[in-house]
């Protein structure tokens, strides 16, 4: 275990997060986003003898901040398979379910993982650097059109198609394999005062289909809503619209598309209440601490 969480990951929104569980000392947590264990490390110091918390990541690097207590499993696994983890540990229910949606400090400062455009590195962003597609096989291989699709679904680009058009011509004559050569593909196609902001919109739609975010999303949710006891928690954080409005629609609806069923006098069959009606944003002081959190959003639930 690292001496220094923040060697990895600050975690954002911390005490908001964890104290949205509403932690009972004998419950059974699972954090679906283990990192840099900031988060599961916060939630094992409120647990008595008798609690358990189960931690999942996928990504090897993340292993190293395993956390050494017999109240702590760890797991190996995207968190898209949370029920069928939980029922290979034969837990029927858990107390409350953390999420910390977003992309660790961790992995946009790793030069080699190609998450960032701040540096020259090889187009990867794969969490699981042991399967899967690279962004690199998507901007070489994907037609225009399913390109066009990506960068205007998940990195809600405006100028999709001609990024796309641009992409293609250029592999036609060079492959694609660095964030520069991304970069050198696409640069005339963003405004010089939004250049920054549009880049980070095109590397996010990248990441966001590398590892099939929004899917894994929406399977990890359907799973909560099956394991979590009446009466626990769902706490988490989001970064950016798409899958803020996921979660939003699940905790409102009971489902990703936001599909209100109500009953025979009209109330809505939601499974969820939520706790708080206005979602938690970082205070100034963390803000001031890790700029990174100025995005984040938390909301919480509970299981009705």
Do not use: C
């Not at 592999?171 to 050569?181: C, G, P, S, V, Y």
């Not at 949710?221 to 626990?232: A, F, H, N, P, W």
């Not at 619209?241 to 939601?270: T, W």
């Not at 706790?275 to 299981?303: G, H, M, Q």
């Amino acid at each position: 275990m690292k001496s220094e969480e923040g060697a990895y990951h600050v975690p954002v929104l911390l005490s908001e997060s964890v104290e949205g569980l509403n932690i009972k000392a004998s419950g059974i947590y699972v954090d679906v986003t283990f990192g840099g264990g900031g988060h599961s490390r916060e939630i094992l110091r409120r647990l008595g003898k008798k609690g358990h918390l189960y931690s999942f990541d996928q990504d090897a690097d993340a292993e190293a901040n395993i956390v050494d207590d017999e109240r702590f499993t760890f797991v190996r696994s995207n968190f898209r398979y949370l029920s069928n983890w939980m029922r290979y540990y034969k837990v029927e229910h858990v107390d409350g379910v953390l999420a910390d949606l977003g992309v660790s400090s961790h992995h946009f400062d790793d030069a080699e993982r190609g998450f960032s455009f701040r540096f020259d590195a090889p187009l990867d962003m794969r969490m699981n650097k042991r399967a899967g597609q690279t962004a690199a096989d998507i901007v070489n291989n994907y037609d225009e059109q399913k390109l066009a699709d990506v960068f205007y679904l998940y990195g809600e680009l405006k100028q999709s198609r001609r990024l796309a058009a641009a992409i293609v011509n250029w592999r036609k004559e060079k492959r694609i394999d660095t964030t520069a050569d991304l970069l050198s593909a696409t640069e005339k196609y963003f405004q010089r005062e939004r250049e920054k902001k549009e880049q980070t919109k095109l590397f996010q739609a990248l990441r966001i289909e590398v590892n099939h975010e929004m899917g894994a999303l929406r399977d990890m949710l359907k799973g909560v809503t099956q394991i979590l006891d009446k009466g626990g928690r769902l706490s988490v954080i989001t970064y950016h619209s798409l899958e803020d409005r996921i979660v939003k629609n699940v905790m409102r609806a009971g489902n990703a598309e936001g599909r209100v069923h109500q009953d025979f006098f009209g109330r809505s069959e939601g499974p969820f209440q939520l706790i708080n009606n206005k979602v938690i944003t970082p205070s100034d002081e963390e803000l001031e601490r890790n700029p990174r959190s100025r995005s984040a959003k938390l909301r919480i639930a509970e299981k009705i």
